[in-house]
């Protein structure tokens, strides 16, 4: 079965830092892994997916994740955080056989001026 | 375009009462998904549909919780006898294609259920 686990559940950095969230993930087969984002009173929507390309993932607002099969991780980064980035970040596994998500906890980021 | 449409965004029930929730989905996606998200479980998978077939229903908590699927289109989530412990955001996702093509899901705004 897959899972996924976010090591942490609250991270909080100073504006023009960087940004690392982390996840692990646990899967039979070469796993399709996402990050979605969720602001307050927002829909959920995807910041990047990995399908097995390319190992360096580039998603929009300037986030990226490397998969890295040797620590079965998949951690987000950003070089610089920005206010609008605080949010609830999902690191997020797909079934193979039907494709529903299968979703971490959550990260919930902080953001300081 | 048009997103992912729910209604309604919020309901609000007395235990005991049946609810009905619906979603659109971006038209011309094939498949389309709910989910539950409450503080104490987080995001969880309740029902897959591919077309008006519902291959996953592994998710459903109980045989209070059925859904179905119009034209391909529509879908309604329907909740008999509510609980207290219904209370939570539901929402709705599709894709296109089926699940065998990685594609991202787009989700809904989700209603929000609270069952007194």
């Known amino acids: 079965a897959q899972s996924v686990t976010q090591l942490d559940s609250h991270v909080s950095v100073s504006e023009g830092t960087p940004v690392l969230l982390r996840c692990n993930y646990s899967?039979?087969?070469?796993?399709?892994l996402f990050w979605y984002v969720q602001h307050p009173n927002k829909g959920l929507q995807l910041l990047l997916k990995?399908?097995?390309?390319?190992?360096l993932v580039k998603g929009i607002n300037g986030f990226e994740a490397e998969f890295k099969k040797s620590e079965t991780s998949f951690h987000l980064t950003k070089p610089s955080a920005h206010m609008s980035d605080a949010a609830e970040y999902f690191c997020?596994?797909?079934?193979?056989?039907?494709?529903?998500?299968?979703f971490g906890q959550g990260t919930t980021l902080q953001v300081k001026p | 375009g048009a997103g992912v449409s729910q209604s309604p965004s919020n309901k609000v029930t007395e235990k005991g009462k049946d609810v009905e929730l619906r979603c659109d989905p971006i038209?011309?996606?094939?498949?389309l998904y709910w989910y539950r998200q409450s503080l104490g479980q987080g995001l969880e998978f309740l029902i897959y549909?591919?077309?008006?077939?519902?291959?996953?229903k592994s998710g459903l908590p109980s045989d209070r919780f059925s859904a179905e699927r119009t034209g391909g289109s529509v879908s309604t989530l329907t909740i008999q006898r509510t609980q207290q412990e219904d209370s939570a955001v539901y929402l709705c996702?599709?894709?296109?294609?089926?699940?065998?093509?990685?594609?991202?899901?787009?989700f809904g705004p989700g209603t929000r259920l609270t069952v007194l």
């Open positions: 899967s039979s087969y070469s796993p399709s």
């Open positions: 996702a599709s894709s296109p294609g089926d699940f065998r093509e990685v594609n991202e899901q787009f």
């Open positions: 990995y399908t097995s390309a390319a190992t």
């Open positions: 549909f591919q077309g008006n077939s519902a291959p996953d």
């Open positions: 997020v596994v797909t079934s193979s056989n039907t494709g529903k998500l299968i």
């Open positions: 038209s011309g996606h094939t498949a």
